[in-house]
């Protein structure tokens, strides 16, 4: 789910860019970890944590990478 959360982070950040092929690619790549988690935690529902736990770190990690790194490049 981390990694599916970072797909989310940059499909988003590329659709606001506009650039097509970038974001359809990051939305392949959602959709690949995404139906992998969902297989994964069918067979067993304790993996629900796990999906939610990723799926923060996830978001919040890109989050604040991005940050520091647009952070960075107004010095």
């Not at 092929?21 to 690949?32: E, N, P, R, V």
């Not at 736990?53 to 647009?70: D, H, M, N, P, Q």
Request: charged share 25%.
């Amino acid at each position: 789910m981390i990694i599916a959360d970072i797909c989310w982070a940059y499909y988003f950040i590329k659709v606001d860019e506009r650039r097509p092929i970038s974001a359809a690619s990051w939305g392949t790549l959602i959709y690949a970890c995404s139906g992998f988690t969902v297989v994964s935690y069918t067979t067993n529902r304790t993996y629900m944590i796990a999906a939610m736990l990723g799926s923060f770190i996830g978001t919040a990690g890109i989050v604040e990478y991005k940050r520091r790194k647009e952070l960075k490049k107004k010095k």
